[in-house]
């Protein structure tokens, strides 16, 4: 239980340390990973309106096991993003180290289209 909590409160302050460097906008929104035990969820966000432009998961996409699905929900976010006219984004990781399941949806939106 100890080391549960311990956890959450480094990812959450790992979050904050990013979030303080990096914001959305209009031009360039922000593309946000959340990782759950059973999902990942993606979302493009523009933060100067405070909205949700794109958003993708691992749960609407098919595949073998959470690493492809995680890949082809960065495939579906990025192709998403393109019909909106999004080329460019800021990415960021939520507070999670830049492994597994993150780096296979970053890899996705990239091979879709996404730059950043």
């Known amino acids: 239980m100890k080391n549960s909590k311990n956890k959450k409160i480094k990812i959450q302050t790992r979050h904050k340390r990013i979030r303080a460097k990096i914001s959305g906008t209009l031009e360039m929104p922000r593309l946000s990973v959340y990782r759950s035990n059973t999902a990942v969820y993606g ?5 100067t309106e405070n909205k949700t432009i794109v958003s993708s998961s691992t749960s609407q996409v098919k595949g073998k096991n959470l690493m492809e699905k995680s890949l082809n929900a960065g495939k579906e976010i990025a192709k ?3 019909e909106k006219g999004i080329k460019k984004v800021v990415f ?5 180290i ?6 296979s949806f970053a890899d996705g939106a990239r ?3 996404l730059k950043f």
């Open 80 to 82: 998403i993003a393109q």
């Open 111 to 113: 091979e879709g289209g």
């Open 98 to 103: 830049y492994t597994g399941k993150i780096k």
């Open 43 to 47: 979302q493009i966000i523009n933060d």
């Open 92 to 96: 960021d990781r939520g507070g999670f």
